[in-house]
C-alpha cells in the first residue's frame, strides 16, 4: 500500500519533499526552497506512522533510500546536494516556475 500511496502524493502537488524533521540535510533542502519562494509539500518520514513503509517504497521506486528525496512536477530531482546544484546551475527556480511552485517574477 505505500508505493501507491507515493505515488499518489507526488503526482497530486507539483513539489514534494520527502524529509525527515531531523536530518540536517532534509532541513537545507526545505530551507532553499523556501527561500526561492516555492510552494511545496513536506512529508516527514520520521513523525507519519507509515514512515518507514513510505521510504521503503520511495528507495523500491526510485533507488533512494536517503532523505531528503525531492520531486518537481512528479519528477525526482534528488536529494539536497542535486536540489542545491541545480539551484546553482540556474536549473531550479524555472523549473520550479513552470511547475507553478512560485509566482513568475513580474518584468
Known sequence: MALPK????VSSNP?????????????????LLTEIGATFKVVELDIESDGSELQAALAEWTGQKS??????????????DATTAMFKEGK?????TEAGAVAQAST
Not at 507515493?6 to 502524493?9: A, G, H, N, Q, T
Not at 513539489?15 to 530551507?31: D, E, H, L, Q
Not at 532523505?67 to 539536497?80: D, L, T
Open 6 to 9: 507515493v505515488k499518489e502524493i
Open 15 to 31: 513539489v514534494v519533499v520527502f524529509s525527515k524533521s531531523y536530518c540536517p540535510y532534509s532541513k537545507a533542502a526545505k530551507k
Open 67 to 80: 532523505v531528503p528525496n525531492v520531486f518537481i512536477s512528479g519528477n525526482r530531482i534528488g536529494g539536497c
Open 92 to 96: 531550479l527556480v524555472p523549473l520550479l
